[in-house]
């Protein structure tokens, strides 16, 4: 009974009904937990869908928003559609745009500084959109992030997406990692000017206790899916699917056949429910804060960017301002901590500073894990500067 439940494959309502509504009521459960505009819920034009990463997800959206234009504006106009996001998004938008056929020197990655916390600045966006039109280009889709995967930085949802609309542009917002912490209400204001968007993803896979793949996205017009991605062969036709009454989520994804994922995600609210899911994630942002505080204590760290979430991007100051020796220095304390194998820290690279990344997601860590990562950390610095002495 469990495999044979487990194992549908549900690509058009009829073939799974419990599979598709199931997934528009728990994708309405999470929309309320995340406070989204009603326009996401399924009960109306929008609605949610389970997609298996944030890649598929971004590259749905940027399919539909892509089709939907080209509608306006015929289709040969596809080598002046223009995509604009800070050069802080995840690269799945590169590859989202490769896949639908965006010209490369079209895709513009917005170069985001220390200035703004690496967030995308809505003067630079403004600025970058004027001079492509006035060169005949079509700006059409916006991205933006709520937690970038280098630094976790937050873009200005509200502002973007005011300049998104006033182009007629698609918003599209990637919170693959932080939406998770926005069901808290006192980090839900990161997500704020979410109004705008067109759609919204968040991982349940990545920090709401979901197994991999779960990558809920929705959007507001789901026509826009329909449009751009439906087939509809023979050997697919049904009563249901033809009157129209039904959501056949194949239409709304790359791939025909689908997996029954909602019951995971079913499973993990009603176990959990609101309040464990909001004391796990305050959890880890407390730990995260508190990893913070050793690096505030020891004169030799500096914590690079302002902690948001529960990713904590830190690193070990360069000796006599000598920046390269930096790089290298921080390059040899990940390799040093790494090759202990009690703890695992990942990097990154920001104004060309090499910089460690210390993220809190797993369910078992406890403050004592991230004291002893502290003290491997500090350890291995010490010895890492007296040979570099
Ligand atoms: N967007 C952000 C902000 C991410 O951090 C990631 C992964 O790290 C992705 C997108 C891509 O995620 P996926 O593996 O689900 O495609």
């Not at 698609?170 to 808290?184: I, K, L, M, Q, R």
Request: proline fraction near 3%.
């Amino acid at each position: 009974m469990l495999s044979a439940g487990l194992n549908i494959v549900g690509f058009s309502w009829i073939t799974s009904p419990a599979a598709t509504e199931l997934e528009m009521i728990v994708l309405d459960w999470l929309a309320k937990m995340l406070k989204l505009p009603e326009d996401f819920l399924s009960a109306g034009q929008g609605g949610g869908v389970i997609q298996g990463t944030a890649s598929e997800a971004v590259l749905v959206v940027l399919l539909a928003a892509r089709d939907k234009v080209l509608r306006r504006v015929g289709k040969d106009a596809l080598e002046k559609l223009v995509v604009y996001a800070s050069d802080q998004m995840h690269s799945s938008l590169q590859k989202a745009c490769q896949i639908a056929g965006i010209h490369p020197e079209n895709c513009r990655l917005l170069k985001a500084t220390s200035s703004t916390n690496y967030a995308l600045s809505p003067e630079f966006l403004s600025e970058t959109i004027s001079q492509d039109l006035t060169i005949g280009l079509i700006p059409f889709f916006l991205c933006a992030t709520v937690g970038t995967t280098s630094s976790t930085a937050v873009d200005p949802l509200l502002s973007l997406g005011k300049i998104a609309k006033s182009n007629g542009m698609w918003f599209h917002v990637d919170a693959a990692y932080a939406g998770s912490a926005c069901v808290c209400p006192e980090f839900r204001h990161y997500m704020d000017g979410v109004e705008e968007a067109d759609s919204f993803n968040m991982n349940a896979h990545k920090w709401f206790l979901t197994n991999f793949d779960c990558s809920a996205l929705w959007v507001k017009d789901r026509s826009a899916f329909v449009q751009a991605l439906s087939t509809n062969p023979e050997y697919l036709k049904n009563k249901a699917s033809q009157a129209n009454m039904v959501v056949d989520y194949k239409d709304w994804q790359v791939p025909l056949g689908r997996r029954f994922r909602s019951l995971k995600l079913w499973m993990v609210l009603r176990l959990y429910g609101l309040e464990n899911l909001q004391c796990y994630i305050r959890n880890h942002i407390k730990l995260a804060k508190h990893f913070e505080n050793l690096i505030a204590q020891d004169p030799r760290f500096e914590v690079v960017t302002p902690r948001i979430f529960s990713l904590v991007c830190f690193r070990l100051l360069p000796v006599r301002n000598d920046e390269s020796h930096g790089n290298k220095l921080n390059h040899q304390l990940l390799d040093a901590v790494n090759s202990t194998g009690s703890a695992f820290i990942s990097h990154t690279v920001l104004s060309g500073k090499y910089i460690l990344r210390f993220a809190v997601g797993a369910p078992l860590t406890e403050e004592k894990h991230v004291n002893a990562a502290w003290k491997v950390l500090q350890d291995k610095a010490t010895s890492l500067l007296a040979e570099s002495l």
